[in-house]
Every structure is written in C-alpha cells, then in structure tokens.
C-alpha cells in the first residue's frame, strides 16, 4: 500500500525527549516499512525515518521556539492535500484540522484520535464532520463522542519489545515518568512514597503552561530526602530508568484517553500502580501487571503488593497485547477496509457515467 502518515509537529518523529503521540507515529511509520509498504511521512525537518520523509517545518516547533502552530499545520495540510493522489491511504494525527478539507475524500483517511474527547469546545467539528472515519486508542476515550460518529475501530498503542531491555530483578525506588500538571498528579506519587519509606525518582517535564503549578504546588513538596526530581529525560535513558524502578506510579486525575508509560514500564516488567480513570483499567490487568487504586490509602497497599509480581509476567502481559506488531497489524486491517470503500466509491462512480 501506498500510505501517508500525518504526523505532529510540535515534536519531531521521533521526539528528541517527551512527545508521545510522535513516538507512536514513529514506531508505525517504521514497521510499516520493515513489512514492505511505501510510506510517505509528513513531519518536521529533523525527524528520522525510513520512510520517505516530507519536511514541514526545519525542526520540532516546541524545541524551536514556536508558540501557535496553527499556521504550520495548516501548511503541512496543503502539502498533504496536493499529493493525495499519490496514496492509498492517509493517516492522520492530527485531531482536528483536517476535518474540513478532507471531508470530500474521507473515505481514503484515517485519523488515529489521540487526545482526550470530553472538550466541549471541540464537539463542533466532529458534530460538523460525523462521518470522517477515526480510530480511538481506548475504549473510554470515545465515550464522550457523539453516538453517530465514524468510528472505524480501537486500536491501542503497541511499541517495539526491543526498545527497552526487560529487566527481571527491578529496584529499590519508586518512578513517576511524564509531565508534571495537575492532571498528572505528581503530588499523589509524591505522598505514597512518604507513606511507604520508599524512594521516588521524578523524571518529568515541565510546560510553560505547567510553571506556576510547579513552583506552587509541586517545588515546595521535592524538599524531601526520599523525594529526587531528575526532569526530562530521552529514550536512551528511560529504559534503565523505568527498569530499575520497584514500581511505576501513574496517578492520574484525568480522562487519560490511553497512557504510554504504562506500556513502557510493562515491557521492561516493572509493575504498574495507577489510578482507576479514563483508560487505565484497559490496561492494566489486576494482580497480573500492577495495581488500579483509587486512593493514597489502596496506593501505599499495592506498593507492598507489587513486590509479589512476577516481572516476566508482567513482561508477557506487554507482549500479548502492546507490541508495535499487534498495533501495525490492526492498522493494516483499517486500511484495507478503508481502501474496499474506495473501490466501492469508484465502481458506484464508473456505473453512474454509464448510466449518463
């Protein structure tokens, strides 16, 4: 197949740091072409890809400096709109600009929804647009759509067993890994790891928008012998970080539409301890690959729990359910139903000109 992956360009493909929607496009874009497809992606300038890549921007806008990308991706959207001839299928990643000028040929797009869905500010265009066909990475992210949306299917996010080493004798720490916000909760992390005794290792960024949250809230609460922030680390680095950890904690206060990290620390074998909300119990098995709380009290409990897991376990559980194969496969399945209604399309049209 010809196919075209439409990716972000607040990041580049693959992130240089955090960015999980552009590592997922990565891993698709590169399995895609390992399995023989020719793949075209739309991505900043400084990305690296097997794939024949097309440059939006010189580099990830968040890196250079760029506030509003609205302008850039409206760009990156007419270059996408002129070769569309050249695919079979294209793939958005983009949630929603590509709404009103693909709509005539939707039947050959797929837009992968990766953000959250219950933004009232956002119903519009999909109310607008219903029959744009998307794939929603949980179950829970689409239950705030409207009912008569296109949803092609659900397909979760699968990364390469080999990106980090399973490590089966794990650590002595805690580890939070992500942004820190108040959707992310870092506060909670933070107070199981006092209750416990135990150290927790903080490797996170920090958004503009995210600044005063940090310094008022968050700051004050690292001041802590057990508590080490280390701030934004690479891929390279996350492996050995999420490998050494005695558990992950992933305690969100949010409608989290899927949660890369907790794939992440599955495939090293760390156990996962989140918070029972938006996709986590799509996840996370109980007993088998950590722990869904829904308080600091059932937190500091699946600590101690979490030492009696198998890390092999827990390993097996990622690669029964969240390898970049079973993610391709699927999305290699939405594509040829896709394309069948483009031959449908096509045969309806040729009989209507005869009929002329």
Known sequence: MRIAQVAPLAESVPPKLYGGTERVVSWLTEELVRQGHEVTLFASGDSETSATLVPCCSRGLRLGGVRDHLATHLVMLSQVMRAAE?????????????????????????????????????????????????VSISNHQRLPMPAFVDWVDTIPHGLPSSLCTFNQQG????????????????DRAIEIAKRTGIP??????????????????????LDHPLIEFIGEIDDQQKGAFLGNALALLFPIDWPEPFGLVMIEAMSVGTPVIAWRAGSVPEIITEGVSGYIVDSIEEGVAAVGKSLTLNRAVVRQAFEKRFTVEKMTGAYVEAYRRQL????DIGLQRSVALAAE
């Open 340 to 343: 069948a209604l483009t031959s």
């Open 171 to 186: 650590g002595d720490y805690l580890a939070f890994l992500g942004r820190i916000c108040r959707d992310k909760r870092p």
């Open 86 to 134: 050249d695919f079979d299928i294209i793939h958005f990643h983009v949630d929603l600009l590509q709404h009103l000028l693909f709509n005539p040929i939707r039947h050959k797009t797929i837009t992968t929804m990766h953000g959250r869905l219950d933004l009232p500010d956002n119903m519009p265009i999909y109310k607008a647009f219903p029959c744009m066909p998307m």
């Open 200 to 221: 927790l290792k903080i490797a996170a960024k920090v958004d503009p928008a995210d600044t005063d949250y940090f310094e008022q809230v968050i700051r004050q609460m």
